[in-house]
């Protein structure tokens, strides 16, 4: 019966190690796993980002070129030549009436 013992406590031990050694492997595959996820999701943040920084480019762009835009049509120049292509002339003297409203 003591020799038993012994075999049973050697096998015992080598389950053990066994056991060990597929737990040490399963959490270096999670680990690994988890690491390709953190990574993959690292990759999507940064492509959201640069595509978000590109469209406040795009809009800041467009803006100024909105207020040129804005600057050119209200410019004297521009609305002297719309107000003559609309038959319209600067007021003559009596035709100005100044109101109050305080």
Do not use: C
């Not at 050694?21 to 959490?27: A, K, N, P, Q, R």
């Not at 978000?52 to 835009?69: D, F, G, P, T, W």
Request: hydrophobic share 40%; proline share 2%.
């Amino acid at each position: 019966m003591i020799v038993r013992r012994r075999t049973m406590k050697g096998r015992q031990g080598g389950r053990g190690w066994l056991l060990g050694m597929v737990l040490g492997i399963l959490s270096l595959m999670v680990m690994g796993l988890v690491l390709v996820w953190t990574n993959i999701e690292r990759m999507d943040t940064t492509f959201f980002i640069n595509r978000a920084q590109s469209e406040i480019r795009e809009r800041r762009e467009h803006l100024a070129k909105l207020e040129v835009e804005k600057e050119r049509l209200l410019s004297p120049y521009e609305l002297r030549r719309k107000a003559t292509e609309y038959g319209m002339h600067a007021p003559k003297t009596g035709q100005i009436r100044q109101m109050n409203l305080h």
